[in-house]
Nanobody, 127 residues
Framework: VQLQASGGGLVQAGGSLRLSCAVSERKFNSFTMGWFRQAPGKEREFVAA????????TYADSVKGRFTISRDNAKKAITLQMNTLEPEDTAVYYC?????????????????????WGQGTQVTVSS
């Protein structure tokens, strides 16, 4: 299983970025997908998750109202639309796949629940 994240970059505070994650898993449509991030010197933290059919979505309090997670099962991809970015959003962003969540409404915010991870994409927000 391979996950390929893209779309990171440098943006000014208040700006927007859209991250994408393409997944090679044949049964992608069955599983919950998540986004996590890790800033320098900090632990990896949960950002957002979406269940297999998109009906269940969970966000970290710090991004609620600013970030939107979505998925396109036909393209085997998820996206993270990030608006009103803040310098505190600066981090490497990782997409991840939870293969224990088949056809469920579970959207875990716990990193160990996700078995497969992408390589990460850097997001830098300048003040």
């Amino acid at each position: 299983v391979q996950l390929q994240a893209s779309g990171g970059g440098l943006v000014q505070a208040g700006g927007s970025l859209r991250l994408s994650c393409a997944v090679s898993e044949r049964k992608f449509n069955s599983f919950t997908m998540g986004w996590f991030r890790q800033a320098p010197g900090k632990e990896r933290e949960f950002v957002a998750a979406i269940n297999w059919d998109g009906r269940a979505r969970t966000y970290a309090d710090s991004v609620k109202g600013r970030f939107t997670i979505s998925r396109d099962n036909a393209k085997k991809a998820i996206t993270l639309q990030m608006n009103t970015l803040e310098p505190e959003d600066t981090a490497v962003y990782y997409c991840a796949l939870d293969v224990t969540s088949a056809y469920s409404t579970r959207t875990s915010s716990t990193a160990p629940d996700y078995r497969y991870w992408g390589q990460g994409t850097q997001v830098t927000v300048s003040s």
